[in-house]
């Protein structure tokens, strides 16, 4: 993948290569710049590189790692919240918070608006409904000290149980801007919901690259067919119909002659209706 300009200077203002200057004085810098230049040198010194101050290949691999902490938890399981935790038939409501505590580069009130956008945006497409609580969520998110190079991480709901809780984290060291928080934000809030990652077009790849904010087809697709689309549970898809038998099919000719019933029966009348009226013929 080559990245865009614009791409690597947002990755590198993400990891905090340009130190705590504000996102928007950075956007649109030319490719020789200096301060680009600066944060390629940093990252360079950081992850042990020679320090050539150009955007080469090692240094664009290095920096395009997964920026989401995640591992492949669901492995193709339908990771989802159970059903009938309310008592209802429904998959209704998972509360969740988030504390705002030490975000950077955004404020602490702006960092709660985004999480609930974030939040809401998911709710909007299916039938779990995220409703925020001050405390004693299903899903608390909060900022943390979460891993080098790693803007977020959340755990899935696989094998969860009614009355569990879950925790959704964004990086405390990042200089966040508004695009990024609720791009990482809804991506985590995503995996919350029991989404995997998907490198295709979803809020659920595993690089933040600002090419969606919400959640696209493919992923409304995959929270209704985890929690349907009014919070009423998937209907099962009906049992795929076997070919109903031909007419001439021997054993249903066979069934209707002697009207047999166990599997015995069958072989021990085929063979005697065999044996019976067709004999070989003799030479
Ligand atoms: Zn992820």
Request: proline content about 6%; glycine content about 10%; hydrophobic content about 35%.
């Amino acid at each position: 993948m080559k990245l865009t300009i614009q791409q690597q200077v947002k990755l590198l203002h993400l990891h905090g290569h340009f130190g705590s200057i504000p996102y928007g004085d950075v956007v649109g810098l030319e490719d020789n710049h200096k301060l680009t230049l600066d944060a390629v040198e940093r990252f360079q010194k950081e992850n042990g590189l020679e320090r050539d101050r150009v955007y080469g290949p090692v240094t664009e691999s290095l920096l395009s790692r997964p920026t989401c902490g995640v591992n492949e938890q669901a492995r193709g399981q339908l990771c989802q919240w159970p059903k009938n935790c309310n008592n209802s038939e429904d998959y209704t409501t998972i509360t969740i918070s988030f504390d705002p505590r030490g975000v950077r580069g955004i404020s602490e009130d702006k960092a709660v608006e985004l999480a609930e956008k974030a939040a809401k945006a998911w709710s909007d497409v299916s039938g779990i409904h995220l409703k925020f609580v001050e405390s004693g969520a299903q899903l608390v998110g909060s900022m943390g000290s979460i891993g080098r190079g790693v803007l977020g991480l959340a755990q899935l709901p696989c094998g969860i149980r009614c009355g569990d809780s879950l925790w959704w984290k964004l990086q405390i060291t990042t200089q966040w801007n508004e695009e990024t928080f609720l791009e990482v934000g809804t991506h985590e809030i995503g995996h919350s919901e029991g989404h995997d990652h998907h490198n295709g077009k979803s809020i659920m790849t595993t690089h933040a690259l600002g090419d969606y904010l919400k959640p696209t087809a493919y992923d409304i697709a995959q929270a209704v067919k985890r929690y349907g689309k009014d919070g009423l549970a998937p209907t099962p898809e009906p049992p795929v119909d076997p070919d109903p038998p031909a007419t001439d099919d021997l054993e249903v000719v066979y069934a209707k002659l002697f009207e047999y019933n166990s599997d015995d029966e069958v072989v021990r009348k085929r063979s005697f209706f065999v044996d019976d009226i067709w004999t070989p013929p003799t030479l």
